[in-house]
């Protein structure tokens, strides 16, 4: 069992930044925290979740939703078992709970596949 757990969200203004964290506990799993592709969901009310971001294992290659390409970027420090997203140039259309995910790949995490949840952090961008 790996435990995630989101924070950094909040209010903004439109045209801010937030950078949320993801704190993955992974001893239960019997998995190092390296063994997991990484990434990002969004649900906006109404809507169903949608992917934004992910990052392989080793934290080399990342790949993003076209709506947030080029304003967020997601990392991760193996040291801290953290994964973060730094979201610049925010839009009210970014309101949403946001999750992180953990799943086997970066490829599986894309895809969808995803073998573990945080309970999610809300954002909200005011106009």
């Known amino acids: 069992q790996v435990q995630l757990v989101e924070s950094g969200g909040g209010l903004v203004q439109a045209g801010g930044s937030l950078r949320l964290s993801c704190a993955a506990s992974?001893?239960?799993?019997?998995?190092?925290?390296?063994?997991?592709?990484m990434g990002w969901f969004r649900q906006a009310p109404g809507k169903e979740r949608e992917f934004v971001a992910a990052?392989?294992?080793?934290?080399?290659?990342?790949y993003y939703a076209d709506s947030v390409k080029g304003r967020f970027t997601i990392s991760r420090d193996n040291a801290k078992n953290t994964v973060y997203l730094q979201m610049n140039s925010l839009k009210p259309e970014d309101t949403a709970v946001y999750y992180c995910?953990?799943?086997?790949?970066?490829?599986?995490?894309?895809?969808?596949?995803?073998?573990?949840w945080g309970q999610g952090t809300q954002v909200t961008v005011s106009s």
């Open positions: 995910a953990a799943g086997a790949s970066q490829s599986k995490v894309v895809a969808g596949a995803i073998d573990y």
């Open positions: 992974c001893a239960a799993s019997g998995r190092s925290f390296t063994r997991y592709g």
């Open positions: 990052i392989s294992l080793s934290g080399g290659s990342t």
